[in-house]
């Protein structure tokens, strides 16, 4: 069952001179980990306020086609409401936090929308334990590090419980290996509790691997869409000028070269590295 689902969606900015979007039309299912990648200014991020409502409610400008998000029309309801359904965690974690602790920062969406107390208790405490910052709670989120305050960000989507959450180049502030452990954590999500997750994302060597659906955008418009390993092992991708994984690349060669690998096509160093053993243990 697809749970966003956008037909011909074309979007210009207020005052803009071209669009932004061009004829989008995408279809995600429930429980997918999508990635959604492209060159710098390709429409990523306009793609990700369209989906809970920022465009067209808060952005106005012109918008063309259909979106559909967990049933919903989001031209039809505000952004208050599709909330409730989904969690968009921007690019700047600091854009996010303003409360004078993190325990408050992730209890503020509740609050917000007048849940019981008890309840409010049981989510924050939960998110914060999800996300591994329980011990800092009472900290104030400006005093904490990058990979902790992009943590706080999580968890105040979280804690709100929605169906989708959505997350703009979350890690695009972090180190490699901090940005790893965030990935892992939106992962850990998407399979324990079947959380659909669509994440926008250029560095492809740290998350490709999890997803299993890919978007790549170009100048507003989608051209291609479909099964990871697929799209990223195709030509056209390659061209695009996208991030491809160094390790599908690495395997394209060595292909090409005559070696004989695994037919799957390699979306990390590990999956390299276990295909080179086997190929090595071969011979």
Known sequence: ??????????????GGTKPSLTEVSIKVEKGDFVLITGPSGCGKTTLCRCFNGLIPHFYQGELKGTI???????????????????????????????????????AFGLENLGFPRTEMR????WALR????????????????????????IAAVLAMQPE???LDEPTSFLDPLSAEKIFEVIHDLNQRLGMTVVLV???????????????????GK????????EILSSEETRLVGVGIPKATLLHQLLMKEGMKLGKTTPLSSDEMVEQLSEAFGRH
Do not use: W
């Open 1 to 14: 069952m697809a749970v966003i689902e956008t037909k011909d969606l074309s979007y210009t900015y207020p």
């Open 68 to 106: 559909s998000v967990a049933g919903k029309d989001v031209t039809k309801h505000q952004t208050h409401e599709m909330a409730r359904h989904v969690g968009l965690v921007f690019q700047n974690p600091e854009n996010q936090l303003f409360a004078l602790s993190i325990e408050k920062d992730v």
């Open 122 to 125: 049981e989510r924050v405490d």
């Open 130 to 153: 999800l996300t591994g910052i329980y011990d800092i709670r009472d900290s104030s989120p400006h005093e904490v590090s990058g990979g902790q305050q992009q943590r706080v960000a």
């Open 164 to 166: 989708i959450i959505v």
């Open 201 to 219: 994302e250029h560095r492809l060597d740290l998350t490709a691997r999890y997803a299993n659906h890919i978007v790549i955008m170009d100048q």
């Open 222 to 229: 989608v051209c291609s869409d479909g099964e990871t390993r």
